[in-house]
């Protein structure tokens, strides 16, 4: 699946915060949310990024497409180097971004077929008599009824304003998508259907994923590659049989035998005397 | 906590200086000065200039203000009315006594009558009782000071002739405190009926925020009782909020002080400040304007140091503003 | 064994704008003294207004409707709410989801804990207080003298978690009631919880009544499951046998949707569709419009919950092409 060409090179990226602390707030300190990270994602390819909360992932995808300012280091795509602050609109037709709470990154106020055109015809993808038929194509690519687009974010379930998420993240034809915990906050049944889609979408437009999470399932599932992420650093990457079934650094072990397995024949993590003696 | 305090009052300093200015430059273009208060009109001009001259109103206006300031500063003195000639320190220190009880107390009458009401109204919402609370606080609010105050004097001393209509005592007397309470009835309901009114609904929605809260919950699961899963776990928290508006009650009332005394003829800074707005009198004005403004800085400060008292995540913050 | 909690026809109802709304329908259940039993089921399931209705703490516009609650030998029906204010973080204790918000943030640790303690055992200030930091000591939280004195904003989730676990255990409950309590914690802190709770709950005897979504919670800490779906109970059957041999296809469908730890290559199956809106009014089987298998009858009638392996209860006309060929 994967081609040799490397799509997105990040080096040696950091990402600081700064805090003021002392008498009269004269000194600053810095949060190091990402600290020196470097890592390639190849064209088609799925890099899932794991780590627990505060470890800076999802940092790291924002300062990708350029939502948090790069304190240091330098973020190729295709080969060019990307300046966040002059190439922001053809810098958003290559990469975008699907968050984990669909509903608070949806306008209330507006149609799902509004939230829709709104991109493609500020950046005039279509034709502006072709939108409405656009809309029903991204509509249908993600699995939603084309009824859907007279209709507002509050009448849909969770599972389907992620679809919508996706559709709007996907209005731009981009080629890098950062999926920011997406499936985090929805129900287990609806979780499989939205990995399947992303899967499913991975295969029919050729693209790349950096898939951000921190359910170890849901990344197993979907990626190539993992890196694992802990206290702003890259602190192993592989293949994600090398990291499920050789984990190198101390810190992914920890990570996977803390991680409940849906099998209670391998408990990991509770080993008990038999309860059934109570009987 | 301290290094925070010291902060904020160096702060103030810039501040009272801006304010002082800015008075002092809207006072001199209204028109009219205290002279034409003092002079008869029937004397000549040259008796004019002489007072002009006297009270130091023939310098340029700047040099006039950095008179002001210089014996501010270096004598730490508010210079004397150009109207009486007595200090305008001991002014404002005779009238402060006044305001301070009349205020005070309707500050504290009206949140006795503010935080019980607005909690219970919370706890019972939409119940009958909740909305005739709601509507009296809507009645408090919107009834305007001196219409209460004026309805209330012609009820209760022109009709029943029940309470005086003005003064802290009668004419005369050294004025007991049974005197003194009779003549703050009619001016603490106008000012409590405000601060109460306001106040029920901050208190109602704090209290409405808080009850959805997840530690009430948690509070009701370990067997708490309910009427202190109300008073203690939700009050303390509701409270926080209720802080800010207390430290904002104090300018609204030290404002509101100058209509409610005159009406009453409150012997207080209010009825000061009307007299010598009336008067021209600049050097009074001043030092009224710098106290008021002191006042709502001061207010301010302690809403803050308050707050850090009752939400220990800003006291966090404060310590560690200060330590590191 | 005698059992420690027996639920009976169950059914809880909430008053919405838009009328009566019954959150849990009719479920029945029993758990035994020091059992692990898990809820299982997914947001709207009646999972969570199960635990709220055993402990009474509804609120204003929740009420059961019917059924009776028997614990530990006497109704929780016929008690008066003081008598239920005593049993509450004594007998039945509770711990939520969101341990950022569930302590109180205007009190040291130590007044929740001493607070939790006086209510239940008569014990002066001190006793109460070297009591506070042992339990506190014992849910691991380091330094436990100084936390005592802490406020909740101090503390990570986890660690706050683990004072939530030390007053929900610190009176020796009989039953702890769990709700979601690792949901909102990374997994190497949901282990260590998942470990704590375990282990303090061997030691006491107390029985846990485990609610989650989580499958792999569930497989780490229950002894029983009981699946929910749309307010009923759908399967009900020990742990191992919900794993290998699940006898309602709902059951099947959320196994299988679940990414295996294992390199099987085996693609997710997902549920197609999602819980229908006005499932109450429904003639037939609530997981009709989303079941591979849904017959005609399965649109009309609904199915009974019935045990059909002995200690092996399913809500499903179709059960048997879900077991396995022997």
Redesign the interface.
């Known amino acids: 699946m994967t081609t040799k060409k490397p799509l997105l090179v990040v080096q040696n990226v950091k990402t600081y915060y700064p805090i003021k602390?002392?008498?009269?707030?004269l000194?600053t300190d810095y949060v190091k949310a990402v600290d020196g990270v470097s890592f390639d994602i190849f064209e088609g390819e799925t890099v899932g990024l794991v780590g627990e909360s505060g470890c800076g992932k999802s940092t790291l995808g924002r300062t990708i497409i350029g939502l948090e300012p790069i304190t240091d280091g330098h973020i190729y795509f295709d080969g060019q180097q990307m300046d966040y602050r002059t190439d922001r609109v053809s810098l958003s037709k290559q990469i975008q971004i699907v968050f984990q709470d669909p509903y608070s990154s949806l306008n209330p106020r507006q149609t799902i077929g509004d939230v829709l055109a709104e991109p493609l015809r500020v950046h005039r993808i279509v034709a502006a008599r072709d939108i409405p038929q656009e809309v029903e194509r991204l509509l249908q690519l993600v699995g939603l009824p084309t009824t859907a687009k007279s209709r507002y974010p509050h009448e849909f379930s969770g599972g389907q304003r992620q679809r919508v998420g996706i559709a709007r993240a996907l209005a731009l034809r981009p080629r890098l998508l950062i999926c920011d915990e997406p499936v985090s906050a929805l129900d287990v049944s609806i979780q499989a259907q939205i990995m399947n889609l992303f899967k499913q979408l991975q295969q029919e437009l050729g693209l790349t994923y950096l898939f951000i999470a921190h359910g170890l399932g849901a990344v197993k599932y979907i990626s190539d590659r993992i890196a694992v992420m802990y206290a702003g650093k890259i602190v192993e990457m592989g293949t994600t049989e090398d990291i499920f079934l050789r984990p190198q650094h101390a810190y992914t072990k920890t990570l996977l035998r803390a991680y409940p397995n849906p099998d209670p024949t391998k408990r990991s993590i509770i080993q008990r005397t038999q309860k059934g003696a109570l009987e | 906590m301290i290094?925070y305090i010291v902060?904020r009052l160096l702060i103030a300093v810039p501040v009272l200086f801006g304010v002082t200015v800015i008075n002092f430059l809207i006072m001199r273009m209204a028109p009219g000065n205290p002279v034409d208060m003092l002079v008869s009109p029937k004397l000549p001009d040259a008796a004019r200039e002489a007072k002009m001259i006297e009270l130091g109103l023939h310098e340029p206006i700047y040099i006039q203000y950095w008179n002001w300031l210089k014996n501010l500063v270096v004598h730490q003195d508010l210079g004397y009315s150009m109207i009486t000639y007595e200090p305008v320190t001991t002014m404002i220190w005779d009238r402060m006594g006044p305001t301070v009880l009349l205020m005070g107390v309707a500050l504290i009458l009206g949140l006795c009558i503010a935080i019980p009401v607005g909690i219970y109204s919370a706890t019972k919402q939409y119940s009958k009782l909740d909305y005739v609370f709601v509507t009296g606080s809507f009645l408090g609010i919107s009834i305007p000071n001196f219409f209460l105050a004026l309805l209330l004097v012609y009820v209760f001393s022109i009709q029943l002739n029940w309470l005086p209509s003005g003064g802290m005592k009668e004419l005369g007397s050294s004025g007991s405190v049974t005197t003194l309470i009779i003549h703050m009835i009619l001016p603490l309901i106008v000012l409590v009926a405000s601060v109460a009114g306001r106040n029920i609904r901050y208190v109602r929605s704090s209290m409405l925020e808080i009850l959805g809260?997840?530690?009430l919950?948690?509070?009701?699961?370990?067997?708490?009782?309910?009427f202190f899963v109300v008073n203690k776990?939700g009050m303390?928290?509701a409270l926080?909020p209720i802080v800010t508006i207390i430290g904002l009650e104090i300018p609204i009332l030290f404002g509101g002080a100058v209509v409610v005394e005159q009406i009453f003829s409150w012997p207080g800074i209010g009825q000061l400040t009307l007299s010598s707005i009336m008067n021209r009198d600049y050097s009074t004005l001043m030092g009224l304007n710098l106290v008021a403004a002191f006042v709502v800085i001061a207010a301010n400060i302690v809403t803050d140091i308050a707050y850090a008292f009752?939400?220990?995540?800003i006291r966090?913050s404060y310590v560690?503003?200060?330590k590191? | 064994m005698k059992s420690l909690l027996n639920v009976k026809g169950l059914t809880t109802a909430f008053e919405t704008e838009n009328g009566k709304v019954i959150s849990v329908d009719d479920v029945s259940f029993t758990l035994k003294y020091g059992e692990t039993l898990a809820l299982v089921g997914e947001s709207g399931s009646g999972k969570s207004v199960t635990a709220l209705s055993l402990?009474r703490?509804l609120g204003k516009r929740g009420k059961i409707e019917r059924g009776d609650i028997q614990f530990d030998g006497a109704s929780l029906q016929t008690v008066s709410?003081?008598q239920m204010?005593?049993?509450?973080?004594?007998e039945l204790?509770?711990i939520?989801q969101?341990p950022m918000?569930?302590?109180?943030?205007?009190?040291t640790i130590g007044h929740q804990l001493v607070?939790?303690i006086r209510?239940?055992v008569n014990i002066d200030k001190k006793e109460a207080k070297t009591l506070a930091q042992n339990m506190l000591d014992k849910v691991g939280i380091p330094n436990a003298a100084r936390v005592m004195k802490q406020?909740p904003?101090?503390l990570s989730g986890g660690m706050r978690q683990r004072v939530?676990i030390a007053?929900?255990l610190v009176c020796e409950p009989k039953l702890l009631i769990a709700d979601e309590p690792t949901t909102a914690l990374d997994v190497t802190v949901q282990a260590q919880i998942m470990r704590l709770m375990n282990q303090l709950c061997e030691e006491m005897g107390t029985a846990i009544l485990l609610i989650t979504h989580d499958l792999g919670v569930v497989a780490e800490m229950a002894d029983r499951v009981i699946v929910m779906y749309a307010g009923q109970i759908v399967e009900e059957t020990d742990v191992f046998t919900l794993f290998r041999e699940p006898l309602h296809p709902y059951t099947q469908g959320l196994l299988a949707s679940i990414p295996s730890m294992d390199f099987d290559d085996k693609e997710l199956t997902a549920i197609n569709g999602a819980i229908p809106a006005n499932y109450q009014h429904l003639q037939g089987c609530r997981f009709a419009n989303r079941c591979p298998l849904a017959t005609e009858a399965c649109r009309t009638s609904q199915p009974p919950l019935v045990e059909v392996v002995p200690g092996h209860k399913t809500r499903c006309f179709e059960w048997q092409q879900l077991q396995r060929g022997e």
């Open positions: 602390t002392g008498f009269m707030n000194k | 290094g902060r809260q997840d530690y919950r948690t509070a009701r699961a370990k067997g708490v009782k309910e776990h303390r928290n926080i009752v939400d220990p995540r966090k560690g503003g200060s590191r | 402990m703490l709410e003081a204010q005593k049993l509450r973080g004594d204790s509770m939520f969101e918000t569930a302590l109180n943030p205007v009190f607070e939790a209510l239940h406020f904003f101090s939530m007053m929900a």
